[in-house]
C-alpha cells in the first residue's frame, strides 16, 4: 500500500485504475500530500509491479478476474474503517475504476466526500444513492457510451457532474488520453471539493 502521512487531521483514500499503484498514482499522491494530507492507495492487485499501459487487456481482464468492483469495494471500506477513528475526514478519490469503486462506496457513511474521475462503470450503478457529496468528472469523449447524454440526464442529490474535454485518462500525465488543460482543471475541482 502507498502511504504518505503527514499526521493531518483529513486522509485521502485514492483508488487506482487497473494498472495497480503507479508512477501516475504515486504523483497524485504526493500531490495532495504537498497540500499536508495524509494519502493511502491501497494496492488492489497485490502485484510486485504495475502493469504497463501497454497491457491495458491484461489489466483489465486481471482486474475483472481476480478484484471486481464488489471486491475492491469491500477492500476501500475495510480500509477506511480501519483508519477512520485516526481522521476526522475521509475522502474517497478514485480513478477510471476505481472511480466506480469510490461511487459504490458513497452509501457507506465512512466519507467525507468521494470524487469519481472518468469511472465509465458508474453508468451500471445508477442506483447508488450517495450518502456524502460525489463529485463525478467525465472525460467529453468516452468510447464505451454517449459521456454527454448520460452526464445531461444524470441527477442525484448531492452529486455535482462535470465534463471535462478530452478522453478517458485525461488526467493521467502518463496516458495517452491525457489533456494538460483538462488534468489542471479536474485537480483544482477535486481540491476546491475536498476543503
Not at 502485484?47 to 491484461?58: A, C, R, V, W
Amino acid at each position: 500500500m502507498l502511504s504518505i502521512i503527514n499526521n493531518s487531521e483529513d486522509l485521502i483514500i485514492l483508488i487506482h485504475e487497473i494498472y495497480g499503484v503507479n508512477g501516475f498514482i504515486t504523483d497524485t499522491a504526493n500531490r495532495f500530500a504537498l497540500y499536508g494530507y495524509d494519502v493511502v492507495c491501497p494496492d488492489l492487485c497485490g502485484l510486485e509491479q504495475p502493469f504497463d499501459y501497454s497491457e491495458e487487456e491484461t489489466a483489465y481482464r486481471y482486474f475483472s478476474d481476480n478484484i471486481g468492483f464488489y471486491k475492491g469495494t469491500d477492500i476501500v471500506i475495510a480500509l477506511a474503517k480501519q483508519l477512520g477513528s485516526s481522521y476526522n475526514r475521509i475522502f474517497l478519490i478514485g480513478f477510471s475504476v476505481g472511480a466506480t469503486i469510490a461511487w459504490l462506496c458513497s452509501e457507506a457513511e465512512l466519507f467525507s466526500s468521494v470524487v469519481c474521475c472518468y469511472g465509465s462503470r458508474i453508468r451500471d450503478f445508477t442506483g447508488i444513492a450517495p450518502v456524502c457529496p460525489a463529485l463525478l468528472l467525465f472525460p467529453s469523449h468516452e468510447k464505451a457510451f454517449n459521456v454527454r447524454a448520460f452526464a445531461s440526464g444524470f441527477k442525484k442529490p448531492g452529486v455535482k457532474v462535470h465534463l471535462l474535454e478530452g478522453n478517458h485518462g485525461f488526467a493521467d500525465s502518463y496516458s495517452t488520453g491525457y489533456n494538460e488543460a483538462s488534468a489542471k482543471k479536474a485537480f483544482d475541482l477535486i481540491k476546491e471539493f475536498i476543503e
